[in-house]
């Protein structure tokens, strides 16, 4: 009996310890940190009732947070190339935009590479969205926006 005893209990002790971890509030795939540096990410998360509205969510997180990587990327590239006076407040106004709008038109044709469903307790569904975009297809269009960029201020300089 005190076997019986000692087992139930061993048993139930195992039984509470499994049942007390948390499971993890975010799929593995999620985390910037653990992915290479060969790609540009975007991470996007949304949560609806509706689940087609908690993935437009997701991906529209995910896009946001990838245009903002990419056009950081970008700006640094032209800083260290010296390419672009940001000191100038109308040439870095023209520069932000022209960066801003060619970004945010290469980011809309990236595709999620990953993303995860989970029905909630509530009812709703939580989205997790994952986009990447590899470095080098970054640095080919970063270089095409720079040289767009310089082509309008030669062009600006004719005209003034």
Known sequence: MKKLLLLISAAAIAL???ASKPESEWPEWFDVQAEPETYFYGFGEGVSRDSNLAARQARLNAQAQLAESFAIYV?????????????????????ISAVQARVQET??????????RIRLPDGSTRVFVRMRMPRNQGARTGREILDEFE??????????
Do not use: N, Y
């Open 16 to 18: 509470a310890g499994c």
């Open 107 to 116: 980011v809309t044709s990236i595709e999620a590479d990953k993303a995860e």
């Open 75 to 95: 700006e640094s590239e032209a800083r260290q190339a010296g390419q672009v006076d940001l000191g100038d407040p109308a040439t870095s106004g023209t520069f």
């Open 151 to 160: 082509e309008r201020m030669r062009e600006t300089r004719k005209d003034g």
